[in-house]
Structure formats: C-alpha cells, structure tokens
C-alpha cells in the first residue's frame, strides 16, 4: 500500500512528518508558517558566514583536522567582511546626507505597478537599519532609487511649470467639467506636454485637455467613478526635469443638492438708517414762531425795575 491516498496523506521528510495533505491541499503548520522565503534565503551576512563556519568545524575529517592558523584566517575574514559592509553602509548614508536641500530625479512607481518618476527638493534623510530614504513632499524614497541630482545653478536658467493653487469641485447629480491653470514654463524647464492622476489613477488624455493659455478641463468622464471625498490632483509635467506638483490642488467630489447660500437681506443697512432718519424728521413738529403772548413776556422781563418812592409825610410819633 502506498504512503499517500487521494483523501489524507502526509509529507515525510527525514525529519519525520513535516505536513497533511487533506484531498491535495497541504495544512499549514508552524513548522511550515516559519519557513523563510526565497528573499530571505538570499540575503547573507555575518551570521550565515559564522553558521557557515560552525558547520564546517562540525563536519571536518578528524583524520586530517585543519589548523588553528587556518580557523584564524576564516575568522579575520569574516571580520573583515563584516567591517567592509558597515563601511559601506555609512558611505551611502553620508552620501544621502549631502542631497539635503538638492533637487533629484527618483525612480518610483504608481498604484498600478508602472515606472515612473518623481522630482523635487529633498527635505530630509531618514536611516533606517543600514538603509537611508530621502524625503519628496512628504514622502519616503529609498536612496538606491536616485537616478539624477540638479545642479541648483542650473535651474536658475529654467522656469520649471507650476499649478496654481485651487480647490475644485464635482458634484456627482450635477456633473460638470472642472478647469483650473498651469504654466508650463520657460527655457530649458518648459514642457510640451502634462498628465493627471487623481486618487492613484491616471487620468486618460482624452478626458482632459489644455488649451494655449494653459486652462486645463478636465471632463465629468474622468471623475464620474469617484466616490464622495477629496483627493490630490498630481499634475506630472513632461519636462527634462519630470517635474510634479501634487500640493497645490485638490478635488472635493459631492453627492445630491449644494447646500443653499442664505438670502441677503434686501435693504441694506445704511437705507434703513436712511428710511429710519426720514421717518424722525416727519415725526417732529414745526416751531412756531412769532407768538405775541411770548414777545410780551420777552418785554416786560426786559424793562427796568421801578424802585419804590419813600413816603414824604413824615409819621407823628
């Protein structure tokens, strides 16, 4: 009988039972799960020299035993490797230090998997492990993707593209093409051509065009797949410098009515105060004047006071 059936069988190894194969699918188990991947396999370092070392010291013939001179040698070998590789690393991360405030040229690549590229100023270095990743607009590239750095006196004979910042609308119930401006720019940084990616997908070129003043309209067809939110506009300038600019726009996608703005008030303030001012000029009366009881009044307040005479008979005591 054969150790293995269609239904249940197992896997053996020298090992003993490695797996279970139920109907040809074979169960995972933690002997399995902790297996290394090819990529691991591949990566030697000190370690696996030193594994590598142990192992020929267990299995050397003990009829001709090699020489402590010869382990020695192994051994400064390897130390020697081991030294070289951190040299090396510390090399590239001094390397990746200088590009601080550069612009470069990064190999990169989209959401679905293309080659691209992405320039910019390089903000910051960051080193993780015995690897180093620069900084563009926010995000980590690894320095071993570096495909050009620009000379800074060079771009002052170039006036790269730009975007101008807008937030841009879509309504979804009511579709409409949505428009904002781009330069193209001047001399040796001038482009003859530009692509969008929006939400991680590029934008077909038959659903967007660029006129001579540098409108760009993008058609409802290009957003109709969106979903409520807002995302990034990646405008990507076909220039030597693959210039991009993915900070100074962004797009708002709605559902159903735009709320409504409130009514301005049909009068505004100052005719109130206006009206207001009419209204209490009406309401006063007029002053009447020339009123004889009050001009009689006037002059007997004005004349003299008359004193009193004293008596001329004088009084008999």
Known sequence: MSDFSTNYSSARTDKGLEAQVRDGVISKTKNLQNVKTADDLNKLGKDSFLKL????????????????????????TYSSLEQMQNL??????????????????????DSDGHETTVSGKV???????????????????????LQSVINPEYLKGAT????????????????????????????????DALGLNIAGKDIPAKNF???????VTVYPEALKDLKPG????????????????????????????????PETPKKPEEDKKAEGDKKSEGDKKPVETNKPDEAKKTEETNKPVESKKPDETPKTP
């Open 160 to 191: 790269l593209p730009k975007v101008e910042n807008k937030q841009l609308k879509f309504n979804k119930d009511n579709p409409g093409a949505v428009k904002f401006r781009v330069h193209m720019g001047e001399g040796i940084g001038k482009a």
């Open 230 to 261: 807002t995302y990034k506009v990646d405008v990507k300038f076909k220039n030597d410098f693959n210039t991009h600019n993915n900070t100074n726009l962004s797009l708002t996608v709605t559902e159903g009515d735009e709320p409504k703005k």
């Open 88 to 109: 090396n690393a510390t090399i590239a991360n001094s390397q990746a230090y200088g590009l601080i405030g550069q612009e470069v040229v990064m190999a990169a690549k």
């Open 53 to 76: 070392l142990c192992a020929q010291m267990e299995n050397q013939d003990p009829m001709q035993p090699q020489s402590n001179t010869e382990w020695v040698s192994q051994l400064a």
């Open 209 to 215: 065009h660029v006129d001579k003043d540098g409108i």
């Open 123 to 145: 903000d910051f270095v960051s080193v993780k492990g015995n690897k180093s990743y620069l900084s563009i607009d926010g995000n980590l590239y690894p320095a071993s993707d």
